[in-house]
Every structure is written in C-alpha cells, then in structure tokens.
C-alpha cells in the first residue's frame, strides 16, 4: 500500500507509521516527567528520593514519620538557596 507505513524498519534506520508515532510519545512522555522531577537541581530530586525512602523505611519499622518530609523539604531549600547565593 503506497503512502501508509507499515509501522516497521524501513533499512534507514528509522521508523515509519505508528511506530514513528508511539516511540515519539513515549520519548516526549519521558522527557516531561523527567523535566517535571528533576528540572533544573538532581539533587534536590535525589533529596526528596532519599526523604520518601526513608519515610517509608521508618514507618515499616513502626515509627512515626510524618516529620521527615517537611523537614527534608526544609534543609533541602535551605540548601538550594545556599548554592543560588553562592554562585
């Protein structure tokens, strides 16, 4: 059929048809979600990683941990802004 993509390998190396067009979703899904959690610090992402793990590890030992990620919040701003200031 002339003008339709298969959705396979062309030989080129690229895709055509629906292929083309998921991958290109997916690959613009991931871009937004990686853009949205990380944005411009890593580290405050991996901070926040770092706070939820132990949130969760605390509280699977019986501890109350409803503190720890305002407080993580808390030094993890403090620090952001210490670096801004600093530059």
């Known amino acids: 059929m002339k003008g339709r993509g298969t ?4 030989g080129t190396g690229t895709r055509t048809g629906a292929g083309a067009g998921l991958m290109r979703r997916l690959r ?3 871009a937004f979600w990686y853009d949205f959690v990380v944005g411009d610090d890593w ?5 926040v990683v ?9 509280v699977a030992a ?3 941990a409803w ?5 993580a919040v808390v030094v ?7 670096r801004a200031v600093r530059r």
């Open 7 to 10: 959705g396979g390998d062309t």
């Open 28 to 30: 613009g899904f991931g």
């Open 43 to 47: 580290r405050i992402a991996l901070g």
């Open 50 to 58: 770092l706070a939820l793990g132990a949130t969760a590890g605390l």
């Open 62 to 64: 019986g501890v109350d």
């Open 67 to 71: 503190w720890l990620p305002p407080a």
């Open 76 to 82: 993890l701003l403090a620090l952001s802004l210490h």
